[in-house]
């Protein structure tokens, strides 16, 4: 019985940590704030996504190339903007930026 409860408060605390918590820090923005110069932009669309609807003063790095660019070369003090397609792509893509800076990161869904 004690095994069993184990079993099951260590599952709910691993849901809460890997799901809840990461979506407490990942936070919508909406598109007119984002012209602001607060934000570095970074678009992890597809190449063909981004160049057949290019979001205004983005850098194109796409998700699959997104954690060899955090080690070559990302170096931005402001805080991190992340044009997606979607909700997944924005969470996998703020789980690395977090890995690098212990930031919020925001993301816009792009149309």
């Given at each position: ?31 007119q ?13 597809d190449y063909i ?45 703020a ?17």
């Open positions: 019985m004690e095994l069993l409860f184990a079993i099951t408060a260590s599952l709910g605390i691993l849901a809460v940590t890997r799901f809840a918590i990461p979506r407490w820090k990942l936070k919508e923005i909406d598109q704030i984002v012209l602001d110069e607060r934000f570095c932009v970074i678009d992890i669309r996504s981004a160049h057949r609807s290019p979001f205004p003063g983005a850098e194109n790095i796409p998700l699959s190339y997104l954690p060899r660019a955090l080690k070559e070369q990302f170096d931005c003090q402001k805080e991190v903007l992340v044009v997606s397609d979607d909700i997944r792509g924005a969470r996998i893509a789980n690395l930026f977090r890995k690098k800076r212990k930031k919020n990161i925001h993301y816009v869904t792009a149309a």
